[in-house]
């Protein structure tokens, strides 16, 4: 839902600076990467760990960068989230195709997330000199639809959870 909020907001309001992206977005990167590093850790039995560590570093790293070098035009900042975009699209990607194995998992729509997410880098790196609307307006429709994604992707999960109890 957050990320449904965030797409909205920088939809509406693209006058958005772009250091207040670049702290939503680190701050975003830090906290989902540290989450992800702690499934990553609490679920290893599952499989997956090395993918997930993979991907939880990545997002820390990029969130501390971010967050120590507000970098001085968006030019760097588009290159910088485009390369985080692609890393984390890439990883997601090979998570999704891993869980195509369990039935009922809803890998597609993971690997739509993915999928979109990497658009949404090389996107950036192609353009980078966008203006800042132009930036706000990719990021913003990107985490709608991520977000409306994710939540399929919840539910999805639930159900197979559901599933898994009536056996």
């Known amino acids: 839902m957050l990320t449904i909020a965030f797409g909205?907001?920088?939809?509406?309001?693209?006058?958005?600076?772009?250091?207040?992206?670049?702290?939503?977005?680190?701050?975003?990167?830090?906290?989902d990467g540290l989450?992800?590093?702690f499934d990553a850790i609490r679920y290893r039995a599952s499989g997956g760990t090395a993918l997930?560590?993979?991907?939880?570093?990545?997002?820390?790293?990029?969130?501390?960068?971010?967050?120590?070098?507000?970098?001085?035009?968006?030019t760097v900042f588009?290159?910088?989230?485009?390369?985080?975009?692609?890393?984390?699209?890439?990883?997601g990607l090979a998570a999704s195709i891993d869980l195509r194995k369990t039935v009922g998992s809803g890998w597609g729509w993971g690997a739509l997330t993915a999928a979109l997410t990497v658009v949404l880098g090389i996107m950036l790196l192609v353009w980078p000199k966008s203006s800042i609307a132009a930036l706000v307006w990719v990021v913003?429709?990107?985490a709608f639809v991520?977000?409306?994604?994710?939540?399929?992707?919840?539910?999805?999960?639930?159900?197979?959870?559901?599933?898994?109890?009536?056996v």
Not at 78 to 91: H, K, M, R, S
Not at 154 to 159: A, I, K, P, Y
């Open 8 to 31: 909205l907001v920088a939809v509406i309001w693209p006058g958005v600076t772009a250091l207040a992206i670049l702290w939503t977005i680190a701050i975003f990167a830090i906290v």
């Open 140 to 142: 913003g429709i990107w």
């Open 52 to 74: 997930g560590l993979t991907f939880g570093v990545l997002s820390v790293a990029f969130g501390i960068v971010a967050l120590a070098w507000p970098g001085p035009t968006v």
């Open 35 to 37: 989450l992800e590093i």
């Open 78 to 91: 588009a290159v910088i989230v485009g390369i985080w975009a692609i890393l984390v699209g890439l990883v």
């Open 146 to 166: 991520a977000g409306i994604l994710l939540i399929v992707i919840g539910f999805q999960v639930r159900r197979l959870g559901r599933a898994d109890l009536t």
